[in-house]
């Protein structure tokens, strides 16, 4: 059988969640690379295959191609449901989103990185003062969140119960790109618990970009 093809780059955090999903759902793939520090994802080979010049992509066995990370984890699910990466339950499939968005949708597009070169070559920031941009919005939705997960009897060992999901995905991507940016992760507990958790299970461990073959 034809494996899934997955474009993406290591050091990409929504590249990340989606290898972690991958992992945990069992799903070989081949792994191609896009450097994007040498703005390989704008070259026109991968723009045929993602017009957004974005990773990741995942192109199917019959070569559709899916793209949008969230959108390509939740096919998965849907397709491959076991271990299944959302509660049963609407009301908790709900809160799981709720707390994957605000890492994925209010934290990452703000810090990505074709933003943080925006913030270099059009207001020349220097290095500190991206730095400090990223910590910020970090701060911005890392300070509820943990409040969030810390406030409801729904945490238990990982972001919802005892068994890793798609939020949990998200956390675990974004904790490692904080350790970049030198965001103090003192100042939360339980994300940082929750982190170490996602840490010592296999499928995450070598989803991490320091395993991955393009790692610099």
């Not at 704008?42 to 045929?48: Q, R, S, V």
């Amino acid at each position: 059988m034809t494996k899934l093809i997955l474009h993406n780059y290591f050091r990409s955090s929504s590249s990340t969640r989606l290898r972690v999903a991958l992992n945990l759902k069992g799903l070989p793939y081949n792994y191609i690379a896009h450097h994007l520090r040498k703005g390989e994802h704008h070259e026109p080979t991968y723009l045929a295959v993602n017009p957004q010049g974005l990773v990741p992509a995942l192109v199917l066995e019959d070569g559709t191609v899916l793209t949008q990370s969230l959108a390509i984890i939740e096919y998965l699910d849907e397709i491959h449901p076991s271990p299944p990466l959302l509660p049963k339950s609407a009301i908790d499939r709900a809160r799981v989103r709720a707390l994957a968005h605000a890492i994925a949708l209010d934290i990452h597009p703000i810090n990505n990185l074709r933003v943080l070169n925006y913030l270099r070559s059009t207001f020349s920031a220097d290095d500190e003062a991206v730095a400090a941009w990223f910590r910020h919005w970090v701060a911005a939705t890392f300070t509820p969140l943990e409040t969030m997960l810390a406030g409801d009897p729904r945490t238990g060992r990982f972001c919802h119960g005892e068994t890793p999901g798609l939020a949990d995905l998200c956390l675990y991507a974004q904790v490692l790109n904080n350790g970049r940016f030198g965001v103090d992760m003192s100042q939360y507990p339980v994300i940082s618990r929750i982190f170490e958790a996602c840490a010592i299970l296999p499928p995450f461990a070598y989803a991490s970009p320091i395993n991955q073959p393009d790692a610099e």
